[in-house]
Nanobody, 120 residues
Framework: QVQLVESGGGLVQAGGSLRLSCAASGSFESINYMAWYQQAPGKQRELVAAITSDNRTVYADSVKGRCTIARDNAKNTVDLTMNTLELVDTASYYC??????????????WGQGTQVTVSS
Protein backbone atom coordinates (compact mmCIF):
# COMPACT_ATOMS: atom_id res chain seq x y z
CA GLN A 1 0.00 0.00 0.00
CA VAL A 2 1.13 3.52 -0.79
CA GLN A 3 0.10 6.77 0.82
CA LEU A 4 0.31 10.18 -0.80
CA VAL A 5 0.11 13.08 1.62
CA GLU A 6 -0.32 16.59 0.28
CA SER A 7 0.44 19.84 2.06
CA GLY A 8 0.76 23.51 1.25
CA GLY A 9 -2.75 24.50 0.28
CA GLY A 10 -4.47 27.52 1.69
CA LEU A 11 -5.88 30.96 1.03
CA VAL A 12 -3.88 33.30 -1.17
CA GLN A 13 -4.62 36.58 -2.91
CA ALA A 14 -4.78 36.77 -6.67
CA GLY A 15 -1.32 37.32 -8.07
CA GLY A 16 0.30 35.50 -5.20
CA SER A 17 2.22 32.25 -5.06
CA LEU A 18 1.82 28.90 -3.38
CA ARG A 19 3.79 25.68 -3.27
CA LEU A 20 2.08 22.35 -2.90
CA SER A 21 4.03 19.33 -1.72
CA CYS A 22 3.25 15.64 -1.90
CA ALA A 23 5.15 12.90 -0.12
CA ALA A 24 4.81 9.24 -1.04
CA SER A 25 5.36 6.53 1.50
CA GLY A 26 4.72 2.82 1.75
CA SER A 27 5.83 -0.23 -0.12
CA PHE A 28 6.98 0.23 -3.69
CA GLU A 29 10.02 -0.32 -5.87
CA SER A 30 9.88 2.91 -7.84
CA ILE A 31 7.66 5.84 -8.66
CA ASN A 32 7.28 6.09 -12.40
CA TYR A 33 5.05 9.09 -12.70
CA MET A 34 3.79 11.83 -10.41
CA ALA A 35 1.26 14.49 -11.14
CA TRP A 36 -1.01 17.15 -9.74
CA TYR A 37 -4.66 17.41 -10.65
CA GLN A 38 -7.19 20.07 -9.79
CA GLN A 39 -10.89 19.76 -9.26
CA ALA A 40 -13.12 22.79 -8.91
CA PRO A 41 -16.65 22.44 -7.52
CA GLY A 42 -18.96 20.89 -10.08
CA LYS A 43 -16.14 20.17 -12.50
CA GLN A 44 -14.15 17.13 -13.49
CA ARG A 45 -10.70 16.49 -12.13
CA GLU A 46 -8.12 17.81 -14.59
CA LEU A 47 -4.40 17.45 -15.00
CA VAL A 48 -2.36 20.46 -13.94
CA ALA A 49 1.17 19.12 -14.35
CA ALA A 50 3.00 15.83 -14.46
CA ILE A 51 6.57 14.62 -14.23
CA THR A 52 8.17 11.30 -15.08
CA SER A 53 10.96 9.52 -13.29
CA ASP A 54 13.47 11.07 -15.71
CA ASN A 55 12.02 14.54 -15.16
CA ARG A 56 10.07 14.96 -18.34
CA THR A 57 7.23 17.36 -17.62
CA VAL A 58 3.89 18.30 -19.08
CA TYR A 59 1.65 21.20 -18.13
CA ALA A 60 -1.93 22.15 -18.76
CA ASP A 61 -2.18 25.11 -21.10
CA SER A 62 -3.89 27.10 -18.36
CA VAL A 63 -0.83 26.99 -16.10
CA LYS A 64 2.07 27.05 -18.58
CA GLY A 65 4.51 29.73 -17.55
CA ARG A 66 2.92 30.06 -14.11
CA CYS A 67 3.58 26.66 -12.53
CA THR A 68 6.56 24.44 -12.06
CA ILE A 69 6.49 20.78 -11.10
CA ALA A 70 9.57 19.19 -9.58
CA ARG A 71 10.30 15.90 -7.89
CA ASP A 72 12.91 14.62 -5.50
CA ASN A 73 13.42 10.95 -6.26
CA ALA A 74 15.48 10.42 -3.13
CA LYS A 75 12.71 11.74 -0.91
CA ASN A 76 9.79 10.47 -3.02
CA THR A 77 8.24 13.90 -3.15
CA VAL A 78 6.75 16.10 -5.81
CA ASP A 79 6.17 19.83 -5.52
CA LEU A 80 3.99 22.15 -7.52
CA THR A 81 4.96 25.81 -7.37
CA MET A 82 2.17 28.05 -8.51
CA ASN A 83 2.80 31.71 -9.33
CA THR A 84 0.57 34.56 -10.41
CA LEU A 85 -2.43 32.74 -9.05
CA GLU A 86 -5.82 33.55 -10.53
CA LEU A 87 -9.32 33.19 -9.20
CA VAL A 88 -9.88 30.28 -11.58
CA ASP A 89 -7.09 28.37 -9.85
CA THR A 90 -9.37 27.91 -6.83
CA ALA A 91 -9.85 24.16 -6.50
CA SER A 92 -8.90 21.08 -4.60
CA TYR A 93 -5.52 19.81 -5.73
CA TYR A 94 -4.74 16.12 -5.75
CA CYS A 95 -1.43 14.35 -5.94
CA UNK A 96 -1.33 11.29 -8.18
CA UNK A 97 1.34 8.67 -8.61
CA UNK A 98 1.99 5.51 -10.57
CA UNK A 99 4.34 3.20 -8.74
CA UNK A 100 5.86 -0.16 -9.50
CA UNK A 101 6.44 -3.08 -7.19
CA UNK A 102 9.42 -5.41 -7.32
CA UNK A 103 7.65 -7.62 -9.87
CA UNK A 104 7.10 -4.71 -12.23
CA UNK A 105 3.39 -4.34 -11.65
CA UNK A 106 2.07 -0.80 -11.80
CA UNK A 107 -0.39 0.71 -9.34
CA UNK A 108 -1.94 4.13 -9.20
CA UNK A 109 -2.71 6.16 -6.12
CA TRP A 110 -4.35 9.44 -5.20
CA GLY A 111 -3.78 11.73 -2.28
CA GLN A 112 -6.62 13.06 -0.18
CA GLY A 113 -6.42 16.52 -1.71
CA THR A 114 -5.53 19.97 -0.50
CA GLN A 115 -7.64 23.07 -0.98
CA VAL A 116 -6.33 26.15 -2.74
CA THR A 117 -8.51 29.24 -2.56
CA VAL A 118 -7.56 32.37 -4.46
CA SER A 119 -9.21 35.59 -3.32
CA SER A 120 -9.54 38.90 -5.14
Amino acid sequence: QVQLVESGGGLVQAGGSLRLSCAASGSFESINYMAWYQQAPGKQRELVAAITSDNRTVYADSVKGRCTIARDNAKNTVDLTMNTLELVDTASYYCYAIVSDAAGHNFQYWGQGTQVTVSS
